[in-house]
Structure formats: structure tokens, C-alpha cells
């Protein structure tokens, strides 16, 4: 058994590590061995003890269930990204640090989709916009009573590390060479009624609409140029669906060669995974099931492309 897990978690790691990179110097390295304990390992002389596997794994970000063939019966390993320190911006920056190393192992894959069936505005359209990204943030934290309102975005701090990790991590994903949006058409909608609450209980102030109001006016320009052009400026290809039922959640499922990993949004920001094979083949096969009853606005249904852009600016200018 020990033989089988060593010879899972070596291919596990050749697998995910560049061609031209030594398996021992990467071990002598991470785990701080010398160069032939690395390959007494690497013979499987002596087996990789649980706490060197888990820093491998999370080096690699690899499927720990994978590696165990815990894949092979019921149950499934999910990361939670559950952080347990009592600021709540600090938890939120935790889980953006967990999501950069992961944008980083992606970042060279190729072939690599990302495909994203979604009830909320994406994560890569709302982080280049101050007011709308300060929102976001603070309205999952509110509601779950991590933070008090103080009657203004404008008096909300998000540390200049945390704006680092989610503009890098933005970057990276703009750079995916396929992605696929499924959108849920009232998904402005939803955004703006959440603010109008939020206004109505004096948790944001007129001088933050306004900016609200023409910073999402402007994310509509430019996702309307994203489907005009099929692209990002800088970056990878971009399909956009709209979705002709309503999506109940928001769910993502990125896929490369040996690797894949699903992810669901929960609580507004936060996100969990799994690279568990049978939840990524699931997952894939559930929105390839929604993009079935949805329409491609990606340069194509040119009028239901304008309709629904002219429409999303009206419910603008009605906040």
C-alpha cells in the first residue's frame, strides 16, 4: 500500500511540474531533504510521511484524493477555504492568497478552459472598479454580521495587499486562453436591488451610488465589447451565453490536460473546490447542460446582444 500511495504522489507531482524541472531538486528544496534522502523517496526506499505529502500537494495544488485513490469510492475531498482569524478582511485576504497560487499553477496550461455558469457578476469584472469591488466585499461581510455598516464605501478598507492578490489573480484569469460565461439575465439586477437595500438602511450613501451608478454602466461597456470582440484586451478568448433559465447558484469548472477543478460560489465571495475527478465530471457535465438553454451574445444574435445590454443600463439608471 505504502509502495502504491509513493508511486501515486511521484506521478502526481511529475505530472504537474515543468518538464524541465528535476524531481529531486525540487524535493531537497520543499521539504528540505538532502539530495539522497530525496532519492531514497523518489526509489521508494522510504515512504513520503502525511505531513510531507500535505506540503506537496499544496505546493502543486494537487488532489489529495487523487493521490490516495479516494476517488475510487463515495467519498470526496472539498477545500472550504475556511479561515479562522477574527477580521474578517483578514479571512478574505487568506482565501485571495489561496486563489493566486492556484491562478499561478494555471497561469502556463494550454490547452486550459475555464468555463463559469453564474448568478453574480464574475470576479474579473468587478475587480478593476473601486466602488463596485468595495461593495461586493462589504455586503457578505455585513450580512454575516462581520462588519458594521458605517454609511459609506467610502470609509471601508481593503488593505493594499488584497487589492495586489485580486488584480494579479484578475490578470491571470484574463489570460486563460478559453472562457466560457453562462450568465443569468437578471444578473445586473440582482446587484443593483442589494444596493438600493443597502441604501435604504443607510449602509451606503448617495455619493456611493453615484459611483456605483457609472462604474457599472461602465463594466457593461466593456462587457459589451468583450462580446463584440469575442476577447479580452488582454488576454484570452471570452464566450458569453445568457442563460434562458435562471441559475440558482454560481458554479466554475476549470480543465486542462491531467488536471481540472470545480469550484462553487457560496455566501456571496467565498468559493470552494474540489479536484475530486467524479465532482469535476459532474460539474462539466451540468454546465455544458445549462449552456444547452442558453443563447451565445459572443459575437453573434446581434439584436439579442443590444436588447439585453440596452436593458441592463436602463436598471442602471433606475437605482
Not at 65 to 92: F, P, Q
Not at 114 to 125: D, G, K, R
Not at 145 to 169: P, R, V, Y
Not at 187 to 209: A, G, P, T
Request: proline share 2%; aromatic share 10%; glycine share 2%.
Amino acid at each position: 500500500m505504502k509502495n502504491q500511495l509513493n508511486a501515486r504522489l511521484i506521478n502526481a507531482m511529475s505530472d504537474a511540474l515543468p518538464a524541465k524541472m528535476n524531481l529531486a531538486n525540487f524535493l531537497t528544496k520543499e521539504l528540505l531533504l538532502s539530495r539522497e534522502a530525496a532519492y531514497r523517496r523518489l526509489r521508494g526506499e522510504v515512504p513520503f510521511g502525511l505531513d510531507e505529502t500535505a506540503q506537496i500537494a499544496m505546493k502543486l495544488n494537487l488532489s489529495i484524493d487523487n493521490i490516495i485513490g479516494n476517488h475510487e469510492n463515495s467519498a470526496a475531498m472539498i477545500h472550504m477555504n475556511l479561515n479562522k482569524s477574527k477580521d474578517a478582511m483578514v479571512n478574505y485576504e487568506l482565501t485571495m492568497e489561496r486563489f493566486l497560487q492556484i491562478s499561478k499553477m494555471i497561469k502556463d496550461m494550454n490547452p486550459l478552459t475555464f468555463s463559469c455558469a453564474t448568478n453574480l457578476l464574475p470576479f474579473v469584472f468587478c475587480e478593476p472598479y473601486e466602488y463596485i469591488n468595495k461593495f461586493r466585499i462589504s455586503r457578505r461581510l455585513h450580512l454575516s454580521n462581520k462588519i458594521k455598516g458605517t454609511g459609506s464605501l467610502a470609509d471601508i478598507e481593503i488593505s493594499e495587499n488584497t487589492l495586489k492578490l485580486q488584480k494579479i489573480i484578475a490578470q491571470n484569469y484574463r489570460l486563460i486562453p478559453n472562457t466560457i460565461f453562462i450568465w443569468d439575465t437578471n444578473i445586473i439586477l440582482s446587484f443593483i436591488k442589494m444596493i438600493q437595500l443597502f441604501y435604504n438602511l443607510r449602509i451606503l450613501s448617495k455619493e456611493d451610488i453615484k459611483h456605483l451608478k457609472n462604474e457599472l454602466h461602465t463594466l457593461m461597456y466593456d462587457a459589451e465589447e468583450i462580446t463584440n470582440f469575442g476577447k479580452y484586451r488582454d488576454g484570452g478568448n471570452v464566450n458569453i451565453y445568457l442563460s434562458n433559465i435562471n441559475l440558482e447558484a454560481s458554479y466554475g469548472y476549470l480543465e486542462s490536460d491531467n488536471f481540472c477543478m470545480s469550484t462553487f460560489r457560496v455566501y456571496a465571495i467565498n468559493i470552494i473546490d474540489s479536484q475530486h475527478p467524479d465532482i469535476c465530471r459532474l460539474q462539466k457535465n451540468w454546465i455544458l447542460s445549462l449552456r444547452r438553454y442558453a443563447t451565445l451574445i459572443t459575437e453573434s444574435c446581434e439584436t439579442e446582444r443590444l436588447k439585453f445590454f440596452n436593458l441592463q443600463h436602463e436598471y442602471i439608471d433606475s437605482i
